[in-house]
């Protein structure tokens, strides 16, 4: 059973940084592209980076560009995203998801989502 699990979430003061996980099982993920989502309350569920299965493709949100940087260690199962210079806009659940092959598929092109991890930035 495939299985996407999201850690590293948490409160965090702006300008500070957090570093997500996303780590899978049932499934090897180095076929795949691996997206990050995020959904701030009330909001849709918006793409903030993508990476494709050997990292030769990266994509980034404009709101994130140069503040965040999408990894991925093959070996390990697992995707980082490691967030720098945080603001209060990026408050929401973050979630990794997986199924295209290639970056720039909206979010009901991905077949499989984890549950998400809250990031909040307040002071």
């Known amino acids: 059973q495939l299985q996407l699990k999201e850690s590293g979430g948490g409160l965090v003061q702006p300008g500070g940084s957090l570093r997500l996980s996303c780590a899978a099982s049932?499934?090897?993920?180095?076929?795949?592209?691996i997206g990050w989502f995020r959904q701030a309350p009330g909001k849709e569920r918006d793409g903030v980076s993508c990476i494709t299965y050997n990292g030769g493709t990266i994509k980034y949100a404009d709101s994130v560009k140069g503040r965040f940087t999408i990894s991925r260690d093959n070996a390990k199962n697992t995707v980082y995203l490691q967030m720098n210079s945080l603001k209060s806009e990026d408050t929401g659940v973050y979630y990794c998801?997986?199924?295209?092959?290639?970056?720039?598929?909206?979010?009901?092109?991905?077949?499989?989502w984890g549950q998400g991890t809250q990031v909040t930035v307040s002071s």
């Open positions: 049932g499934l090897n993920l180095d076929r795949y592209a």
């Open positions: 998801a997986t199924g295209p092959l290639w970056c720039g598929v909206p979010a009901s092109g991905y077949d499989y």
